[in-house]
Structures are given as structure tokens and as C-alpha cells.
């Protein structure tokens, strides 16, 4: 499904003022058409001119931006209407052969899950030929109208790793997605929220993607996969959260870009440049959709767990008597704890990794974690001194310490 989907890209087009776009529909199917490519054209005029944004560094393309930003509009029904042909036919911009990539396709599927939310009456439009690919379509609107329910359509649940055996049951994420796909698809559909991230973000040495805030949003809450680019420059699936959580620690040694999808940061990841980023809106959106940072909060005490095992040590959790929980990083008291231990710390390009790790727990407000790492390290520079560098120039810096 989505095999045919569109690529046609207009560049180069005069630059105005980001947020000043509003689409214009009429709602007759005679003009779909036509008033596609002027609100296109719109679109494009509009976002371009932003001093912070960029085009595209993961999966979203210009043209996959635009039909993400209509499906902010739904609640019109002039604009659902256009929506709804172009998502089913391809409208006026002709189709590609290249298979969508998995994060592709769930960003498809979540616009067409949204039209059927706002505009529950146009799941049973059929245009044309009622094509195999109109179908499919047409499916995944009615997963939300027939039942009322928001299943995942492609990764309806998740698998958490061993290593969190020993994280409250309390603090774990559910493995059923329906709830995080219902906040995925409302994250989408908010315009202000979306345009406001150029808005809020300050620091222009960081520009960012269209999608940026929802693509990362989206993958830290397990519902959207990851991609990389090959040797070639072409796109190239990766997977889910939890799947990778599933890798053994060969894999999290010898493999890079992952680090910068488990553990945002302001700052471009050497391994993995085209990785969303932690940007000055998050906490805007954090206070005005706590839900999210809590499902991803959750999701992320998992990575930090998983990322425990790989150091030799288990991530524990231990009620206290007053409420709330201490954590602690313990070692696994193994043969195999003992040679990973060993491993990361003589693998220097490691080092730099604990930095962004400790930055990411503060600033998804993971604070117990964060110093449940710290007092590690604290531990580890006295083992072995060869990290002191690390731990006074970068490590330090990472939790606010001078």
C-alpha cells in the first residue's frame, strides 16, 4: 500500500512569512485539482521563508509536508474534501513508482485516520476507478469509524525489554498503542502547535525540519519508526522503538545512529544527522499536552534500561517509604556485566555518548534517572581515571555542574 505515492517537488519558489498560510478550498470536485497545486504552491511560499526551517533531513519531503499540513485543516469540510481525494488518487501531482518507506506510511495512514475523525462522512468516497490503493485507504479511515477506537495500524502493540524488569510496574509504558496513536494523531492535527515551532524556537544554528517535533514526538512514544540514509543517500527503513530495543549489545556497540533517536539533544548527532532534534518548543508543548512527555518519559526509562545492560549494570527502582522511587544503576554481578562494563569504558567514542544520555534525562524531565546515571560515572571516574577528561569537561556540563 502507498507504493504510489507522490514525489513531485516544486523548489526554488519566492519567499514570504512562515504561519501565514491558510488553504482555500471551494469544495467542488472539478477544482481539486487546480486548488491543490495553488494551495501548494501557498504552502511552500510560506514555510520557506522561515529563518529556522530546513528542508527535510528524514523521511517527509516537501510535498509529504504539505499533506500533513491540510490534514491540520480537516474541520473545514471544503479542505477534508481536497484532502480526501488527494490522499486516495494523488491528485494533480503525478505518482512515483518508489515504495513509501514504513515511517511514510504511517504518516499516510495517520492523515487518513484524521479525516475520518473530523470528517467521518467522507470515509465512504471513492474516486475513479476505486482503485486497490483507494481501498486501503478507505480501510484505515474505517479501523476509527466503525469502532470508535484508535488500534495502531501497523504496530498495535510494543514489547518491553528485559532488561526493565526491575523498573516500577507503575512507570512502564502499556504495551497496547492505542492510546499513543490517539495523541500522535491529535499532535498532528494541531496547526498551531505545529506552526508554532518555528515561532518559539530561538537558536537558528539549529533549524528545523517541518515535521521535526512530531516526528520525534512520534518515535520516542513507539509509533512512528525511524530511518537512515545509506552509502547512496536514499532513505532507508529502520524500525520502532522496541524493536530495536531487541538488539543485542554487539549490535548498540558496532551501530551509531541510534543514539540520537533514543536520546534527543539540541544538537546535531555526529552518527545520525538527519534525526529529529530537542528543540526550544518542547517545553511548550510539554505544558500544553503533558500526556505525551508522559508516555514518552515512559518509553525512555525503557531505553535508559536497555542502555544499562549494554553497560554491565541494571537499571533498579526501589519505592521509598515517603512515596516516590530512587533509582539506582547496580551491576549485574556476571561475567557478561563485568566484559561490558570493560567494553564501554576502554571504547572511547563512548564517552561522548554518556554526555548526550545525560543531557536527554534532563530535558525530558527525567531527573531520578539522570542522576542515577551521574552518580555511575561519579563512580566510574574513581575506577578509572582515563575518563576524568570526560567526566570534568563534559559529563559535568551535561548535568548544570561547573
Known sequence: MFRYWLFLLFYGLALESVGAFEPVFSGQADAFNQELTENYQGFQKNLSSSVVYQESQAATHRLLDYTLCLANFVKEENVAKALDYLLKTGGPFGISKRQATSQEQVLLAAVAQIIAIKQPSLVHNLYGGH?????????????????GDFPH??????DLPSSADFVDQNLKPNADQTHRW???????????WVKGQFTLTKDLQNKLDWLNTPLLCGYLMGVIPDVEKGKTGKLQDRDYLDN???????????NHKYVQWFFPTPNVGQGDRIAPRYSGAMPYLFQGRPEILTEIQAMMRMSLARKANFWGQRL????????????DLIPLKTQDGDKWEQNWIHKTHNYQRMSRFLESLGLFGLLPEQQALWAYLT???????????????????????K
Not at 182 to 192: A, G, I, T, V
Not at 244 to 254: A, I, P, R
Not at 379 to 385: L, Q, R, V
Open 182 to 192: 490517539r495523541l500522535f494523531l491529535d499532535l498532528l492535527s494541531d496547526y498551531p
Open 153 to 158: 495500524p501497523y504496530h498495535p502493540r510494543i
Open 244 to 254: 530495536l530495543w531487541k538488539q543485542d549489545n554487539l549490535w548498540m556497540e558496532s
Open 316 to 327: 533498579v527502582y526501589t519505592k521509598w517509604d515517603s512515596g516516590g522511587n530512587r533509582v
Open 379 to 401: 563512580e566510574i571516574k574513581t575506577k578509572y581515571p582515563q575518563t576524568n577528561n570526560s567526566y570534568e569537561n563534559f559529563w559535568k556540563p551535561a548535568v548544570g555542574q
Open 131 to 147: 482503485t486497490t490503493h483507494q481501498q486501503a485507504i478507505q480501510r484505515l479511515q474505517q479501523q476509527v469509524t466503525s469502532s
